[in-house]
């Protein structure tokens, strides 16, 4: 009986996940469908990885990561999905703002299903050193927490403050970004700190097909335990604007989310907003 139950369960969140990447790819399609192909300046995409790239997006142009997830088996739910939203702004070849949201997220507890908002974040980053080749660029960035929608976080919990020191190579004919994170982790009137790693590799595969493979490690300080997940992903480039992706994410410990099954895109505004 409980075997059917979380069947039925998996195939509503698939479901959920199957609408989500509808809606994302029809908006993507529209965008593709405006954009012009000559002088196209190159997306920098963020995501689908844990990972944030070292590089930031070409001066002067809007970047959106949007996408849709869906992930089961976690220290504060059942299950939850919802669409994200990452903005990023250059306005220079060494600073970027950013933000990221959460517009809706449906979640299952043991107190049952619920709709709700998550979090908003703003934030920098800087590029402190550009590199070339296997030569890294390495970067900083700070993101703060302005708005907390109290939807259950995911397996690494969600940070007030957020402190970033970020390395991106070619090596080998292989692309790698490294991150190394401090959190502010809050519960209550209890601060505590969050220390992060986090590894991703990529390699191009044929024309406009990549595959990413990821490590990540966050330790759980209101847990006394650690969340560490194994991520693979493809990604497709369309168009140098515009780069589709697919992916999931396994937990590999007690307290980490057991799944987390993901598709989205980036899509790079082909005309500057800023000069």
Known sequence: MESQIQDIRWKEDLAELKMLAAVIFVLAGATALSAEEADEPEANPGRPTVSTPAAVAPTGYLQFETGGMTARHSPEFSSRSGPIEVLKLSVSSRLEFLASFEPLVHYRTEGGKANGTAEVFLGAQAVLHKG??????????????IYDGGAPDLDFGSPRNSLVV???????GFHYDANAIVNEMVQG??????????????????????????????????????????LWAL?????????????????????????????????????????
């Open 189 to 230: 009137v209890v601060r505590r700190a969050q220390l992060a790693q986090t590894l991703s590799v990529s390699h191009r595969m044929g024309k406009g097909l990549s595959i990413s493979g990821e490590l990540w490690h966050f330790t759980q300080p209101f847990l006394r335990s650690d969340a560490v997940g194994n």
């Open 166 to 172: 970020l390395a991106s190579a070619d090596v080998r």
């Open 235 to 275: 990604a497709y480039t369309a168009r140098k604007n515009l780069v589709f992706d697919a992916g999931f994410d396994r937990g590999l410990t007690r307290t980490s989310t057991r799944w987390e099954v993901f598709a989205g895109f980036t899509y790079l505004l082909p005309r500057r907003v800023w000069h």
């Open 132 to 145: 070339e080749g296997a030569r890294p660029t390495v970067a900083a960035s700070y993101v703060r927490r």
